[in-house]
């Protein structure tokens, strides 16, 4: 199969939020995340980019009716169990953490060293979406 031409990031994680527009402005704020695009109509985030370095996430309002929001639960619909979790590499762990950590988000695991290589920590968003962030850079391994 072929695959497409080398661009930024060929695997894009989507998240929804009931609040997708205090997500974003929280999302910037606590993780240095920067907005790419947001297109939004009466309150509502029908899609948007967020990048970090050459990556990104994609979100979008759990209120925007369409075919793939009606697949995703929230995490508060799912015991706050996850079927997947972005991962974003980060070159200062520590400064990272404390950064999400002062701005609000909830830690779930602490920052540790990581016996595959690198430090990390995981945590979760305003509403409960699972992060993980870490050094660890698996093209560099």
Not at 70 to 76: C, F, M
Not at 81 to 98: F, G, K, L, M, N
Not at 106 to 115: H, R, S, Y
């Amino acid at each position: 199969m072929p695959r497409p031409p080398r661009t930024t990031s060929t695997i894009i994680p989507c998240l929804r939020y009931r609040d997708a527009e205090a997500a974003i402005e929280w999302l910037c704020r606590a993780f240095g995340f920067e907005k790419n695009a947001v297109y939004a109509e009466g309150g509502v985030v029908l899609h948007a980019q967020l990048t970090w370095g050459n990556g990104m996430v994609m979100l979008g309002s759990t209120g925007a009716a369409s075919e793939w929001g009606k697949l995703i639960a929230q995490p508060d619909e799912t015991g706050m169990r996850e079927t997947q979790s972005p991962c974003v590499i980060v070159e200062d762990v520590d400064a990272h953490y404390d950064r999400a950590k002062a701005a609000g988000a909830t830690i779930v695991q602490d920052i540790a060293d990581q016996g595959y290589g690198g430090r990390g920590y995981s945590c979760r968003d305003i509403e409960g979406h699972l992060w993980w962030f870490g050094s660890y850079d698996p093209w560099k391994a």
